[in-house]
């Protein structure tokens, strides 16, 4: 079992930035890539980015170039660093766990949710 605890969500500006955390319960490194969602009112959760154990990432077209996704191994901690944040943006952020070596790109692929961090962009 795997929690999940996310932090840094919050009401910004359109060209702001932000660094959402993830903060495992136990060590994952090896075990299960780690991986952001989000989901926005009324719109299904897309995948945002990822990062396997062995550093490689990956992200959904809409994030590429603004948002990257980095893992500190030994505080079991994943970070999103969001910036030129856009209203489009706007979302419940997720953290997500999948058995490595997955690409953790669908929501099927998920083992372990966090609760989600709301962030808010204004136009």
């Known amino acids: 079992q795997v929690q999940l605890v996310e932090s840094g969500g919050g009401l910004l500006e359109a060209g702001d930035s932000l660094r959402l955390s993830c903060a495992a319960s136990r060590r994952t490194f090896g075990t299960y890539t780690m991986g952001w969602f989000r989901q926005a009112p009324g719109k299904a959760r897309e995948f945002v980015a990822y990062?396997?154990?062995?550093?490689?990432?990956d992200y959904a077209d809409s994030v590429k170039g603004r948002f990257t996704i980095s893992g500190d191994n030994a505080k079991n901690t994943v970070y999103l660093q969001m910036d030129s944040l856009k209203p489009e943006d706007t979302a419940v952020y997720y953290c997500a766990a999948g058995r490595a070596p997955g690409r953790l790109i669908f929501t099927a692929s998920v083992e372990y949710w966090g609760q989600g961090t709301q962030v808010t962009v204004s136009s």
């Open positions: 990062i396997t154990s062995g550093g490689s990432t």
